[in-house]
């Protein structure tokens, strides 16, 4: 295995989630067991294989490899990706496609798809991605992704199998479908972007933004900007009743140690142990 770019892996109830996330430098997220990848600021070599991507926004370290992944899927002879963007980046991001298509000389087969707000994306028969409106200088979304369980309905519970059945060939709804917020993707936002989707803090795996933490940074500029500082989330702690927390995004502005002293200062139990830092 080619090992080109830095990424972090890390565990939790059966899904890995593997990714380097950089204010400024790169972004990129997979979840294995998804079959997911969350935007493509870089494009590691083990993340070719997944076929689905949901790009958050246009930023260049969200979406600069776009490129690579695209044409390295090719040279594989993998099938095509499909490729979820907000609506506004499909027409320029195909533009951008098709002129490195001719530095290159090589197609850029894929499907790029425009999302607004609200959306759904059926992945598969079990899981659901809606894309969620966030906060930030240009358009851009989150996405949560849904566990669909189905239920009997209460007045069929005590029926035969073979009388549900019945019903069933019928046509009648037997069971009640419910979801389950299992993975949570905020992409970069303001904390507005939270507070408009309560789902982000009830999912069992929220990807959030923790781009600030130093006290002196002002806060209306980090949100004019759309941006989190680590106050932002404190304000907001008993709103996070999320299993695991990851903080990404960090500004280059600091180095590792200084993150984790400031963090510990404002989360010195990490959140009672919910909250990993991406470092």
Not at 100 to 121: H, Q
Not at 133 to 151: A, N
Request: net charge neutral; aromatic share 8%.
């Amino acid at each position: 295995m080619v090992d080109n770019v830095p990424l972090i892996s890390h565990v939790h109830h059966g899904l890995t989630i593997d990714g380097y996330s950089r204010a400024a430098v790169q972004t990129c997220w997979r979840i294995n067991e998804l079959k997911l990848l969350f935007d493509v600021g870089v494009q590691p070599w083990e993340f070719m294989g997944t076929p689905t991507m949901f790009i958050s926004h246009a930023h260049l370290d969200h979406i600069a490899a776009l490129p690579a992944y695209v044409s390295r899927r090719r040279m594989m002879k993998m099938d095509p990706p499909v490729i979820y963007m907000p609506d506004s980046a499909v027409d320029t991001a195909w533009d951008m496609l098709q002129c490195f298509r001719k530095l290159d000389r090589g197609a850029m087969p894929c499907e790029l798809v425009g999302l607004l707000p609200g959306d759904e994306t059926h992945i598969s028969r079990e899981y659901i991605v809606t894309a969620l409106p966030t906060t930030h200088t240009i358009d851009s979304l989150g996405f949560v992704v849904h566990q669909r369980r189905h239920k009997l309905k209460p007045e069929f519970v005590d029926l035969t199998g073979e009388q549900i059945r019945d019903l069933k060939t019928s046509g009648t709804e037997i069971t009640t479908e419910s979801r389950i917020p299992i993975v949570a993707y905020s992409g970069d936002t303001a904390p507005k972007g939270l507070d408009d989707n309560p789902v982000f803090y009830e999912a069992k795996v929220l990807i959030n933004e923790m781009t600030f933490v130093a006290p002196e940074h002002r806060k209306d500029k980090i949100h004019k900007h759309g941006h989190m500082h680590i106050d932002d989330w404190r304000k907001r702690a008993d709103r996070f009743n999320n299993e695991l927390l990851i903080a990404g995004h960090l500004s280059t502005r600091y180095n590792e140690s200084q993150v984790k002293r400031f963090v510990d200062k404002v989360f010195p139990d990490k959140m009672d142990g919910r909250l990993k830092l991406w470092l």
